[in-house]
Every structure is written in structure tokens, then in C-alpha cells.
Nanobody, 121 residues
Framework: QVQLVESGGGLVQTGGSLTLSCAAS????????MGWLRQAPGKEREFVAA????????YYSDSVKDRFTISRDNAKNTVNLQMNSLKPEDTAVYYC??????????????WGQGTQVTVSS
């Protein structure tokens, strides 16, 4: 079992930056790929970014590539999502997720409760 707790969401202006953090409670954090997904009001949940178990590989959706950066610290059981050049369309609830293998969709085994990110225009 993996429990995930996100933090760092909030309100930011267009063009601003935010860093989301996710703390995982598990003794085997390095056995899990980690991901960030989001869900905007009235829309389906969508993949944002993922990182492999060692951190050697990262994956991004086209909509956030070159603006967002995912990273992890296996010693601290944390994964971060650095979000730059934020746009109003980035407004959503952001979820941290874990799975033994990277998923480039929404099929992740473990989920956090989500954190709200609102980008004002």
C-alpha cells in the first residue's frame, strides 16, 4: 500500500509558477513510478507527467512539455512538479499517483486526494 499526500496548490496569475509536492508513505518508494495527473471542471482526468522509479526517465503531456518539470527524491519519498509559465487552462485539481510501472494515461494504482491549482487571467 502507498499513501500519497499532495501540497503546494493555490492561486497564481498567468505566467506565474508553482511547485507541487507529494509525500509518499511507503518503505518501498523506489519500487514505484510516480505521476501527476489533473482534472479540470467538467473534464476527464488527464495525464500530466511521470517519472520512472530511479528518476532517469521523465514523460510529459504535450500541453505541459517545456513548462513543467517532474522530479523525485527517493531518500525523502517525495515527488515534485515544478510548474512554470502557467496558463488559465492549467487550472485543475492535481493528483499525485503511484504505480509499479509508468503509465502514460490515467491507469495508476494509487492516488492522492488532490490539490487545487487555479491560474487567473
Amino acid at each position: 500500500q502507498v499513501q500519497l499526500v499532495e501540497s503546494g496548490g493555490g492561486l497564481v496569475q498567468t505566467g506565474g509558477s508553482l511547485t507541487l509536492s507529494c509525500a509518499a508513505s511507503t518503505r518501498t518508494f523506489s519500487n514505484y513510478a510516480m505521476g501527476w495527473l489533473r482534472q479540470a471542471p467538467g473534464k476527464e482526468r488527464e495525464f500530466v507527467a511521470a517519472i520512472s522509479r530511479t528518476g532517469s526517465r521523465t514523460y510529459y503531456s504535450d500541453s505541459v512539455k517545456d513548462r513543467f518539470t517532474i522530479s523525485r527524491d527517493n531518500a525523502k519519498n517525495t515527488v515534485n512538479l515544478q510548474m512554470n509559465s502557467l496558463k488559465p487552462e492549467d487550472t485543475a485539481v492535481y493528483y499525485c499517483a503511484a504505480n509499479p510501472l509508468v503509465r502514460l494515461g490515467v491507469e495508476w494504482g494509487y492516488w492522492g486526494q488532490g490539490t487545487q491549482v487555479t491560474v487567473s487571467s
